[in-house]
């Protein structure tokens, strides 16, 4: 067969977590129950409001047509409201937002369109695999940073600003997978570096509205109110449980925006028009739901946080997200090794830390996405699985 390749494409290394799915669909066909706290697809539906408004739009004619490649107006000002609302900024439609294929797609087509080949960036270690990805496919070099613990993380960032020319800082809190926070004075810092050293900030802000007690995560953009220097990636996804909705945005310096509206102009043709508009409507009117969805979140993150407590494992503590971050006892160190025989004798699927950059060894996350009476589950068979690996 005559091979068509991309080199890059082809060197990117299996996705590591897709041998533990490989294990997992073929321990499910043999009918083994596997609770999958894994991958972190939301479970709980999307509110009724928003599919109704997605059935209405889908109705009428005029909404089959392309839609606009930035976003519907509407959809764009109930953003823009909704920072004014949340988190004191504020944006203009036309100039500070357009709507993504979710953040993921947003993230990636951003550094497109910002990035040149070579430019150095600066990327948290562990981190979503998008973040060490999308550079790449970008052509652009990336600096990575240990952000296990992300107390001196803006004096390493600052070593690095010396050392070598950096075009942009991708960072994202609530933080997938470590489930850490900042505070907005962690922003302010950062915005100040910003102002010294001339670099895009980009946060991707996937977790802003899975949040616990009121702790609203802070917004990069209420540190930078001019956006000078400032992008973050807002999404519906896990907020509004609209995962497969494909809906996210990027938000705020002007001439970065206008960089990848540009990009995606060439590209696609924005969104099916009703789910624009069934989104504006989720903006405009749901701001209780992802409490409530958060709420759920929480009350499965303690029944996993209390056993794993016990079984001498050390947890993250945070107040957002929709996942739990780990230590693994002192027996264990390879996260991989653990999360393949866990699944293959306590029927559990989590994710290896390692899976999340080199950082990440010695770790797993387990997603909040089962009920609470199969989480429960999932901890009796963690607690066998001890009693006869220890
Ligand atoms: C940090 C982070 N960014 C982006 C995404 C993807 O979000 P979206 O569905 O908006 O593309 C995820 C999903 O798990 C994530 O954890």
Redesign the pocket.
Known sequence: MTEFKNKLINDFPEYLFNEINTMKVAARQKGRDIIDLGY?NPDLPSHPLVVEKLIEAAQLKKNHKYSVSKGIFGLRKAVSDKYRRIYNVHLDPNKNIVNTI??????THLLLSVLDVGDNIVVQNPS?P??HYAPLIARANTIKIDSINTDNFLIKLEKELKNSFIKAVLV?FPH?PTTSTVTQDFYDKLVELANKYEFLIIN?F??SDVYFENQVPPSLLTSDPELKYSVE?Y?L??GYSM?GW?V?FAIGNESAINSLTKLKSYIDYGTFQPIQIASTVALNELDEFPKELSQVYQERREIIVTTLTELDFIVQESKATMFVWAKLPEKFSDSYEFSKKLLDEANVAVSPGVGFGTAGEGYIRLALVENKHRIRQAMKNLIKFFDSNV
């Not at 979710?102 to 993230?107: A, P, V």
Request: glycine share 18%; proline share 0%.
């Open positions: 972190g979710g953040s993921k797609e947003g993230l979503y998008i973040h994202s997938n991707d996937a977790y990636l999404s996804t896990k995962a494909r996210g």
